[in-house]
Every structure is written in structure tokens, then in C-alpha cells.
């Protein structure tokens, strides 16, 4: 790279050479060691999704075969889920900010920050390996006894994969932890701290305690499949909702794994871009211990129609609808936090809106799942497919965009073309639309999911999602040219270019290695988003 | 370095004593049969000599009390898991609904 | 130069120097280094040795709970079965040999306390009685393994390893071959868990030979302890749960 960063003590600059990113201790250089890594699995994921749209705009399976589709959609899901949705905003943002954040050097355990790298990475090369071994049919959720006794794909390789890489989320997790209970500068006390570092916190609190459950169910159908040990297999006397209640045990918590560090993005972005602190500060901070918490009480309710007792269904349904509360409260929240604020529209509070109103949707058709009742019509139709992915794209993704915008000055010292990215927030926003709102209809009309074809009449919707999917496509390849042409002919970026409140910007853009100038010890003695309020205007 | 007290080479002796004495009693009770009781007292022996490990061998009696939280958590989860899914096995047939 | 208690919690920032950036954060001088001298043991990022030791302890733990899930998931599975096969689980457990369990749990007991007088070694300055301590941990260790190994090989003997070879003439065979599933993933888990302790003891061994430690700093050894006496908790629980289960019908 030939560009110039600002001040040349930046963390970009302290060492050159390949050996000097592979063996850093740096997290800020760790963080983007993760950006590129998870950016490659975006690209993978996001063409299994294409050539799953590309088969539904028409109503016979005639592209790609029932294998093969069978396949795709598996691979997309696992691929989007663990490789890049998990890692995302935690090991690219959280790792970058953290520290910086809490006002200290480093994470508490700097070479385990760098062994999580690579334990993704090794992760990410055995599931390529099964991918290029032909891939799993399974589903993501890897359903025994198909996946552990009958299928024919790679499905071991793809669990060992996984194992591998959910040490990663482990290590990163426990670091967060460490580093944010006996780090913190002095004077940072817990209600002083940026929501973003309690979001991660939370999300930090869920990765461990649910990541060890996945890690041990993958490695029992592993051990089914290579030493014929029937834990799931009911010709063996194994029980196959065994395996789902240990599957979903870390799968529903994953599912706040993906969206509770960006709800942690979209407070900051909130209180940068209205310039006025969040409203509600300490409700903000709790609900999201209350989600971290709640989410482990609720995981039969995606097995409302496996067998599972009617009374535990009832018990996870009720819970269901508790974990809501918190969530809402977010929501409401921001909204009240924008209410009166200064809002400046750059491009941030672009992907800030679009977050608000699709997270919103995703968030209400999430409880129509969770009523047991009306669970039986919807379950394993389009209509969980949209809502998950009005909360996985329009709320998690979004957010990712939006704080990856944000401190995109911050982490690279380069300013980006404002009109370019509000252009992508709303192609991203209209695409994004058209592909899953019209699978809200298909799941009601009773189009299931993991189908390559269905009846003549549904071919409409079908076409206005594979369409909408490709407005999509454009609104996520636009940054990939715009915020890569910045590294190389971007403005330099000044320390505070949104002009808000933070520790990260009271430092250069890039930051140097140590964040705060080699052996300073930073001192916080104010609130967060300390905006001083706007002068009333008297008239008359 | 640490400020946590250097516990004696009697003390750990004697837990050391405890925790065989322990075992033979977990042998001991196994040969009787208490009906329903019988998981519930071995895992009470069993968790009696975890406890011991746990605050006297590993330190924990001495370490802050963030870290007695934290042990205690991943305990607790594991109720949590064990608790939900029971709730499931255990309750089959509760609601007089065939097949539910 | 301003002056910078140290401590744990809250501090006093006296006459801060150095630039404001911003309101409310600002940055002072002083080298962060624990009680006026600067161990050479103290990582970069650490303000003290107390921190560094807090929270290498807190990782630990932390870890330690990713374990006690790790191992709880497998404890559900047999949890479960057990519920819905209790006869089976009663004479799959009478399969096993209570004498080698009860070895095994006596000697993972023993590595216990000759691991902690190991740290304590370090604690009070005695490089002798870490050595000895850790190889006799080391021992022990490698002797549960090789009663683990015979125990093993009788199983196979007796056609008790599910699979293809697996005695299907034995009553309930193939719900005891369920509960033999589960006893060799639990306690084949456990082994290694047993033989990345013995690794890291060989480790710790190494360094303590080379008088790395001593009781200004012995963190790495009283962490690397915390993990082998996890791994002894699990045994605690595994012996009873597995061999003893029929042992009120006198054992076979």
C-alpha cells in the first residue's frame, strides 16, 4: 500500500512486511486481519445466496438440481452464520475500539487475540474444505439423524470446522470480559462507559456460555458419524430432539450473538449523529444484559413442532415474548434519543434509519413465531426465513455498515465518499426490502423453506425477491469500491471528522500502536455522549 | 504479588484426607439403595468434594469475589440447560393431548 | 511528573499534565509499574503485577466455564438416557471395573495436592519443591492415563466398544451400547483433557526447572493448576455417575 496516513506514529505504519500483521499483538491490526477474513466469506456467502435466487425465479427446480440446492442453502447459512455474521462486529469493531474505549493499550491477553485470528482462519479453511469435497446438504441445522447417519456429505469435515472456529468466538469473548472488568481507565466506571462496550460486554457474556454447547454437539455427530456412536440415531435408541434442544441451546443465543453488538453500533451512532446522549442510558445497558440472559431461557421455541412436550412449548413461548421487552425498550430508546436531537445526515444515520425500521419489523414478526399457535402455520416456511433475515440483514448487517462507516476515518485514516455510501444505505435499503418483504407473503401463503420449487402462482413474489436480491447485491459491492478507493486517494482523516464525543476521538486517525501515546495513563472523569445540551431558542 | 494468604501444607494435607475419605463414602453410599435419592445423594457427595477442590485447592475462597461469581455462573448455566430440557422429557403427556 | 497511586480500585489523578484533547479525558505521566520497581514479568499493557495475576486468574476462570459447559452438554446426554433407559444404564455400569474408577479417582486426587503444593512452592520461594511437585503431578497424571489405557483394553476384550464388534447378546445391547457410547465420549474426553494437562504441566515444568518463578511471579503456574483441578472436578463427578451406578446390586 502507498497511501500516507496522517501522523506516521500510526499503528498502520509501526512495522511493515507480512510477518508483522501475522504475528501482531496489536488488536487494532488483529481487527483488520478479521475485516479481510470476514469480508471473504461475505463475498462466498452472498454467492450462495445468488444462486439460490437465481433457482426460485422460476417455479420448476431447473437450475441447479435438488442436491446441489440442497447444498447451497446449507452452505449459505453456515458460511454467513459462522464465518462472518458471529465474528462480524465483535472481532472487527469490538476488537479495534475496545480498548480504546475503555482507555487502555491493549486487551487483557493480547497473543490469545491473535490465536482467536487463527483459529477462524483454520476453521474457515477445514469448511472450505468441505465445501470443495462437495459440500453439506444437511441444512445449517444439521437435523440428526440425516446429518449423523444418512447423509452423504461432507458433514464431518463441516463440523470440525465449526469447532475450530467457535474457539475463536470463545477467546474473543473471554478477552472482552477480562480486558472490560479489570482494564478500565480510572474514573471509567461501569455507567460511564459507551453502550457499545456494554453491548459487546453482553455479547461477550453469550459467547461463552453458549459457544461450548455448540462445540460439544458437533463434535457428538462427528463422533457418530466417524465411530458409529447412536447418540442421535433412534435405530440405536438415540433421540433426535436431544440433539436439537443441545443445538439450539447455543443457536437461539448465537442469534443475539449477531444482533446485540450492533444494537451496540446503532447507541453510538445514535448519540454521534443527533448529538445528544442516549436516552435512557441505563435502560440501554441493562436490556442488554437482560437479552443475554433471557436469550438462553427461550431456544425450544424453535421446536414448537418437534415432539417437545406442549407444556415446555407454552414455557418457551411465554418467555419468548418477555425477551421482546428489552429490545423495545432499545428501540424505543433511539428513537427518543433522535426525538430533538441536532441529526446531521451523513451517511451513518442513513444505515442508522434503515436499522430502526427493518430491525423493527424483524423484531415484531419475530413474536407471530414465538405464539406457539400461530408457530405450527408459519414454522419452516418463507415467513421465518424473512424474519430472520429481517433481523440478520436489515438490523445486523445494516448496523455493521453503519459502524463500519462510522470509525472508518478512525481505523484508517482515510475519509470516504459520503454520497456513494448514502447511495448504498438506500440501494441496500430498497433491495433489501424487495427481496424479503414478499417472503413475509410466500410464508403466509405457505411456501416452505429449503424448496428449489413451488406451485405456478407464487412465481410473481418469487421474482420480485430474486430481483430485489440482485438492488441488494449492488447496495454491498458499492462500499467494497468506494471504501477501498479511499485507502489510496482518500482525504486524510482528522482525529474527529464527526465531530462527537468519545474516547476514539480524542486520538489520531489511525491511532498509534499503544492508543494513547506509548506509557500515558488516560483519566475519564465525565459521563458518555457528554453533548451539552442545545441553546433554547426564546421567540418574542 | 498476590495478596490472597499462603494457605499451610496442613490445610491442603488435610483436604487431600478429606477428599479420599469422600471417595470411600461415595463408594460406600453407591452400595445402598435409596430409591429416588440414590442421583441425588451421589451427586451431593460427588459435589462436596468439587467444593473442596474448588475453594481450597484451586484458591477460590481467596479470590475476588467477581471470580466466586463467575464459577458459580457456569454452574448455574449448566442448571439452566439441564432444568429446560427436563422440562420437556419430564413433561410429556402433562397436558392430556395425545402425542404432546 | 504526577504521582499515581496504585491500586486496584478508584484513583486520584494529581495535576494532570499533558494535552486535554478533549473534555474530560485527559492523560498524565507516570510510569505504570507495581510498587515503585518494574518486574520484568510485567506485560506491557498491565499497570501492575496484581492486575496482570487478576486477570490472567479471571481468564482462567472464565475459560474454566466455557469447560463446565463443554463437559455439561455430554452430562445432559447422559442425563437424558439415563431417564429413559434406566435398566440398561445399571448394567452397562456393572460392566465397568469400580477398582480401576476408584484407582483413578484416588490418583487424580493425589495430583491434586501435589499440584497445589506445587504452587505453594513458588509462593514461598522454593524452586526445589516445585520441581518435585510437578513431576510427581506429572506422574500421576500419566498413571491415570495408563489405567485409562488397560481399562480400555479390556473393554475391547470384552466386545464392549460400540461399533461393528459390539456384543449384541447382552441384554438391552443396543441401549448398552448407547450407555457405552457415552461412557467412552465422556471419559475419552476427559483423557484428553488429561493429556493437554500433561503437556502443559511438562511446560510449566520446564520453566520452574529454569527458576522462572518465584513469589513476586508465578502466574502461568497457579493458572495452569487452576485448569488440571478442573479436570479433577470432572473425574469427581464422572466416577460416581458412570461406575457406581450398580453397585447397590453388588458389583459383577
Redesign the interface.
Given at each position: 500500500m502507498s497511501y500516507v496516513p496522517q501522523n506516521r506514529n500510526s499503528y498502520l505504519d509501526a512495522a511493515h512486511g507480512l510477518a508483522s500483521w501475522l504475528l501482531t499483538k496489536d488488536h487494532k491490526r488483529i481487527a483488520m486481519l478479521y475485516l479481510i477474513s470476514i469480508t471473504i466469506f461475505f463475498a462466498l456467502g452472498g454467492l450462495f445466496a445468488a444462486a439460490i435466487r437465481l433457482e426460485l425465479i422460476t417455479p420448476r427446480g431447473d437450475l441447479w438440481g435438488p442436491d446441489l440446492y440442497n447444498k447451497l442453502f446449507t452452505l449459505h447459512g453456515v458460511v454467513m452464520i459462522f464465518f462472518f455474521l458471529v465474528p462480524s462486529i465483535p472481532a472487527t469493531l469490538g476488537n479495534f475500539l475496545m480498548p480504546i474505549m475503555l482507555g487502555t493499550k491493549d486487551l487483557a491477553f493480547p497473543r490469545i487475540n491473535l490465536l482467536s485470528w487463527y483459529l477462524y482462519v483454520i476453521g474457515a479453511l477445514i469448511t472450505l474444505g468441505a465445501i470443495v469435497a462437495g459440500g453439506v446438504d444437511t441444512g445449517w441445522t444439521f437435523y440428526t439423524p440425516y446429518s449423523s447417519v444418512s447423509s452423504r456429505t461432507a458433514v464431518s469435515t463441516a463440523a470440525i470446522g465449526i469447532f475450530v472456529t467457535g474457539f475463536s468466538s470463545i477467546l474473543t469473548g473471554l478477552n472482552f470480559i477480562v480486558t472490560t472488568h479489570r482494564m478500565r481507565a480510572p474514573g471509567l466506571t461501569w455507567f460511564r462507559l459507551p453502550l457499545f462496550v456494554w453491548a459487546n460486554y453482553a455479547t461477550s457474556l453469550v459467547m461463552i456460555l453458549g459457544t461450548p454447547v455448540i462445540a460439544i454437539t458437533v463434535l457428538l455427530v462427528f463422533a457418530e458419524r466417524a465411530f458409529g456412536l447412536g447418540f442421535f440415531d433412534p435405530a440405536r435408541g438415540g433421540d433426535p430432539v436431544l440433539f436439537q434442544h443441545l443445538f439450539w441451546f447455543y443457536s437461539h443465543p448465537a442469534v443475539y450473538i449477531m444482533i446485540l453488538p450492533g444494537m451496540g453500533v446503532i447507541s453510538e451512532l445514535v448519540a454521534g449523529m443527533a448529538r445528544k446522549p442516549v436516552f435512557g442510558y441505563s435502560f440501554v445497558a441493562f436490556s442488554s444484559l437482560a437479552i443475554a440472559v433471557l436469550g438462553f431461557l427461550v431456544w425450544g421455541h424453535h421446536m414448537f413442532v418437534s415432539s417437545q412436550s406442549l407444556y415446555a412449548g407454552l414455557v418457551f413461548s411465554i418467555i419468548t415474548m418477555l425477551v421482546a421487552i428489552p429490545s423495545a425498550v432499545k428501540t424505543f430508546n433511539w428513537t427518543a434519543t433522535l426525538y430533538k436531537g441536532s441529526i446531521s445526515w451523513q451517511s451513518p444515520t442513513y444505515w442508522v434509519i434503515g436499522f430502526m425500521g427493518l430491525f423493527a419489523i424483524g423484531g415484531l414478526t419475530g413474536l407471530f413465531l414465538g405464539t406457539a399457535g400461530l408457530n405450527v402455520h408459519l414454522t419452516d416456511s418463507y415467513f421465518v426465513v424473512a424474519h430472520f433475515h429481517y433481523i440478520m440483514v436489515g438490523g445486523a448487517i445494516m448496523a455493521y455498515m453503519g459502524g463500519l462507516h462510522y470509525w472508518w476515518p478512525k481505523m484508517t485514516g482515510r475519509i470516504f465518499n459520503d454520497s456513494l455510501s448514502k447511495a448504498s444505505a438506500i440501494l441496500v435499503f430498497v433491495g433489501f426490502n424487495l427481496t424479503f418483504f414478499p417472503q413475509f407473503l410466500l410464508g403466509y401463503m405457505g411456501m416452505p423453506r429449503r424448496y428449489h420449487s413451488y406451485p405456478d402462482e407464487w412465481q410473481a413474489l418469487n421474482v420480485l425477491s430474486s430481483a430485489g436480491a440482485s438492488i441488494l447485491a449492488l447496495g454491498y459491492a458499492l462500499p467494497a469500491f468506494y471504501l477501498t478507493y479511499s485507502l489510496f486517494k482518500g482525504k486524510l482523516a482528522p482525529a474527529n471528522p464527526w465531530g462527537v464525543k468519545g474516547l476514539e476521538w480524542t486520538i489520531p486517525s489511525p491511532p498509534p500502536t499503544f492508543n494513547f501515546e506509548d506509557d500515558r495513563q488516560v483519566v475519564v472523569d465525565e459521563p458518555a455522549y457528554n453533548y451539552k445540551p442545545a441553546r433554547e431558542v426564546h421567540v418574542g | 504479588?498476590?495478596?490472597a494468604p499462603?494457605?499451610s501444607?496442613r490445610t491442603?494435607?488435610m483436604v487431600?484426607v478429606a477428599?479420599?475419605v469422600l471417595?470411600v463414602i461415595?463408594?460406600v453410599v453407591?452400595?445402598?439403595?435409596f430409591g429416588m435419592l440414590?442421583a441425588p445423594i451421589?451427586?451431593a457427595?460427588?459435589g462436596i468434594?468439587?467444593a473442596l477442590?474448588?475453594l481450597?485447592?484451586?484458591?477460590v475462597r481467596y479470590?475476588?469475589p467477581?471470580?466466586k461469581v463467575?464459577?458459580v455462573?457456569?454452574?448455574f448455566?449448566?442448571v439452566?440447560?439441564?432444568a429446560?430440557?427436563?422440562?420437556?422429557?419430564l413433561?410429556?403427556?402433562?397436558?392430556g393431548?395425545p402425542?404432546? | 511528573m504526577a504521582n499515581v497511586t496504585e491500586s486496584i480500585g478508584a484513583r486520584q489523578a494529581l495535576a494532570p499534565e499533558g494535552a486535554a484533547s478533549a473534555a474530560g479525558a485527559h492523560t498524565l505521566h507516570g510510569t505504570a509499574a507495581g510498587h515503585g520497581h518494574h518486574n520484568p514479568n510485567l506485560q506491557h499493557h498491565f499497570y501492575s503485577m496484581e492486575q496482570q495475576l487478576e486477570a490472567s486468574t479471571l481468564g482462567m476462570w472464565v475459560f474454566l466455564v466455557t469447560e463446565i459447559l463443554f463437559f455439561g452438554g455430554m452430562f445432559l446426554v447422559y442425563l437424558v438416557y439415563r431417564m429413559l433407559y434406566p435398566e440398561a444404564w445399571v448394567l452397562g455400569s456393572n460392566h465397568l471395573d469400580v477398582a480401576m474408577g476408584a484407582i483413578n479417582t484416588v490418583v487424580l486426587l493425589c495430583s491434586s495436592l501435589t499440584m497445589v503444593l506445587a504452587v505453594r512452592a513458588a509462593q514461598v520461594g522454593s524452586r526445589q519443591g516445585q520441581v518435585i511437585n510437578l513431576v510427581l503431578t506429572i506422574v500421576f497424571g500419566l498413571t491415570f492415563l495408563v489405567v485409562k489405557y488397560f481399562e480400555y483394553a479390556e473393554k475391547f476384550e470384552h466386545h464392549l466398544v460400540p461399533g461393528p464388534n459390539f456384543d449384541m447378546t447382552l441384554p438391552q445391547a443396543a441401549q448398552q451400547q448407547l450407555f457405552f457410547s457415552i461412557y467412552f465420549m465422556m471419559t475419552g474426553i476427559h483423557a484428553i483433557h488429561m493429556i493437554i494437562g500433561i503437556g502443559l504441566m511438562l511446560v510449566i515444568l520446564w520453566m520452574a526447572w529454569r527458576g522462572r518463578f518465584s513469589p513476586d511471579y508465578y502466574g502461568p503456574l497457579e493458572v495452569s493448576g487452576l485448569y488440571w483441578h478442573f479436570v479433577d472436578v470432572v473425574w469427581i463427578f464422572l466416577f460416581p455417575l458412570l461406575y457406581l451406578l450398580g453397585a447397590h446390586y453388588g458389583a459383577h
Open positions: - | 504479588m498476590s495478596h499462603i494457605t501444607v491442603y494435607v487431600w477428599l479420599l471417595t461415595t463408594y453407591a452400595t445402598f439403595d440414590n451421589a451427586l457427595v460427588a468434594k468439587a477442590v474448588v481450597v485447592f484451586m484458591g479470590n475476588t467477581l471470580t463467575v464459577a455462573s457456569g454452574l448455566w449448566l439452566i440447560m439441564f429446560l430440557t427436563l422440562n420437556d422429557y413433561t410429556r403427556g402433562w397436558l393431548i402425542g404432546r | -
